[in-house]
């Protein structure tokens, strides 16, 4: 079924950009804005083309890969009543994802924590100035500072969450619902998560965090994503795709992961 998305390009109050895809509730008010984070691969179709010709593997290229195949995908699935918008990494590297507007990354997106923590960044702070921009953009006035928000990292995407856990801003806590991570992990184990539990103790106990585990994930995932569920409480929960380990099963996650986020009202 097709779906109508706008592409935004929000700004924060020091100039720095992004762009993202937007798609407006059914009605005039949203309940909920659903806030999700891509991993690699995924961007607009034509990009996405390129990449795969330039890497020689022509299932990059796979427009059920692509920014628009899981907009319309998370929409199908989510009520009429609630938004959805899609980060795009700040820049893409090939088919790599950077998201360099909210962690300090090396060339190939992966983070650099203590780099991060030297640059004082405040992720917390540049997503509401980000989703704020989009209110003041958008032409239905769908959001409010009072819509609440499901923020989702996939993949490489789910850095972006590490670092606003990191941040822990409690403004935009206040406003966040809750918190899915679906097959987080990144080429190089043990630097997805750098959080122990004494740094959870300020987050607000009555946001869940939900972890989604495919059988794309091995070892080295599986284990980091274990221990960050006994440090921050988080829980794990594997699903079946398919059976084969392949980027197939890996971005049909998504869409299990939201079906089975219907048990707790999504």
């Known amino acids: 079924m097709p779906i109508t998305c706008a592409l935004f390009v929000v700004v924060d109050e020091n100039g720095m950009s992004n762009q993202l895809l937007y ?23 034509g990009a996405v083309s390129a990449d795969a010709l330039t890497a020689g593997d022509p299932e990059l290229a796979r427009y059920d890969f692509t920014l628009d195949s899981i907009a319309r995908q998370i929409s199908e699935q989510i009520s009429p009543e609630d938004a959805l918008v899609l980060f795009r990494p700040s820049r893409m590297m090939g088919h790599f994802s950077i998201y360099s507007n909210f962690v300090e ?33 958008q032409a239905d006035n769908s959001l409010s500072d009072k819509t609440r928000l499901i923020l989702i990292g996939f993949s490489k995407g789910s850095i972006v969450i590490s670092s606003l856990l990191e941040d822990m801003n409690r403004a935009l806590f ?32 009555g946001i ?10 091995r070892n080295e995932r599986v284990n980091e994503m274990m221990a960050f569920a006994n440090e921050s409480g988080a829980r794990l929960q594997f ?4 059976h084969d380990v392949s ?10 992961a939201i079906e089975q986020e219907k048990k707790f009202d999504i």
């Open 239 to 242: 699903i079946l795709t398919d």
């Open 208 to 217: 869940p965090i939900r972890i989604y585990a495919s059988p794309y994930c």
């Open 174 to 205: 206040s406003r966040v619902e809750k918190i899915i991570l679906i097959d987080p992990g990144l080429p190089r184990p043990g630097i997805l998560f750098p959080l122990h539990r004494e740094k959870f103790s300020p987050f607000p106990k």
């Open 23 to 45: 798609k407006s509730p059914g009605t005039a008010n949203a309940e909920r804005l659903f806030v999700f984070f891509p991993g690699d691969i995924s961007d607009f179709p």
């Open 247 to 256: 980027l197939n099963t890996h971005f049909k996650a998504i869409t299990v």
């Open 105 to 137: 990354c090396d060339w190939l997106g992966l983070p650099d924590w203590e780099g991060h923590r030297r640059q004082e960044r405040n992720p917390g702070k540049l997503i509401l100035e980000f989703l704020e921009d989009l209110r003041r953009q």
